[in-house]
């Protein structure tokens, strides 16, 4: 198994799965999702998988390639942005997701690669869901599809700003140690 952070190897255990009515009510509470039917939810919980990471451990590496949509089902995942301007390098973490939070977007495209990276912060619970079964639900039901969209849109606006902050403050302390 590949190392994914932490010093430790990877050992993703299937999560206790929920049950559909389990996994449909955490979905509802999902940003991406907010808006569509219990019909609808009931659809995508159909085609999502469950699993369990550790402290520490990345359920995303910034530039692996991805398929799959990862949402915060339980606990806490730190998104991760390497910078490299030589000679320097610099970790930036965005932002802290929680329950209810869904990352790595770009899966929703082909071809896709994680642009940040997601750090366990303690046990967490990640949903995925393949892009070729979300599409497939698209093709099914447009309605699911614009509504998703429109969602991702706004938080997509706002990891942008926490992005932007966050590199702001890591170029005012460049520019306070003469760097």
Known sequence: MKDRGGGMERQRRQAKVDTKEQLVKALRG????????SYDL?????????????????CAIQGEATDELHIVNAGKVAIELRIEVAPYTQTLRITTLT??????????????????????????????????DLQRIFGE????????????A?????????????LLCLVAEMIKQGK
């Open 30 to 37: 999902i940003d991406i999702f907010a808006g569509l039917s």
């Open 42 to 58: 009931e659809q995508i919980a159909g085609i999502c998988s469950q699993r369990i990471y550790h402290a520490g451990e990345l």
């Open 99 to 132: 329950g209810g939070n869904a990352f790595a977007y770009c899966s929703l495209k082909e071809p896709c690669e994680f642009i940040a990276s997601g750090r366990c912060l303690g046990e967490a619970q990640i949903i995925s869901i393949k892009r070729s």
């Open 141 to 152: 039901s447009p309605s699911i599809e614009r509504v998703m969209m429109k969602n991702l």
């Open 154 to 166: 706004t938080v997509i606006c706002l990891r942008l700003k926490d992005s932007m902050t966050q």
